[in-house]
Nanobody, 124 residues
Framework: QVQLVESGGGLVQAGGSLRLSCAAS????????TGWFRQGPGKEREFVAA????????NYADSVKGRFTISRDKDKNTVYLQMNSLKPEDTGIYYC?????????????????WGQGTQVTVTS
């Protein structure tokens, strides 16, 4: 069993930055890809970014390319999502999740462990 805990959310003005963290405990992330998803008000949960277990391969939704960066610190067993140039449409609950394999996948159904989420609110 893996426990995932997100942190770093908050309230920020448009154009600002936040860094989200996802810490794993229990079996940890070892050997598995990790992804970030979000769910905005009245919207379905959607893919944001993912990183392979090696950290070499990353994958981003078109809406965040060039603004968000996902990275992994294996020593700290933590995955980060650096979010720059934030927009009001980035508002939502951000979830991290562990993939069933080592890849940086974008399909929600391929993720088997999920955190409780952290709220990100971007004001205009």
């Amino acid at each position: 069993q893996v426990q995932l805990v997100e942190s770093g959310g908050g309230l920020v003005q448009a154009g600002g930055s936040l860094r989200l963290s996802c810490a794993a405990s229990g079996r940890t992330f070892t050997g598995y890809g990790t992804g970030w998803f979000r769910q905005g008000p009245g919207k379905e949960r959607e893919f944001v970014a993912a990183v392979s277990w090696t950290g070499v391969i990353t994958n981003y939704a078109d809406s965040v390319k060039g603004r968000f960066t996902i990275s992994r610190d294996k020593d700290k067993n933590t995955v980060y999502l650096q979010m720059n140039s934030l927009k009001p449409e980035d508002t939502g609950i951000y979830y991290c999740a562990q993939h069933k394999g080592e890849i940086a996948g974008s399909r929600m159904n391929d993720y088997i462990y999920w955190g409780q989420g952290t709220q990100v609110t971007v004001t205009s």
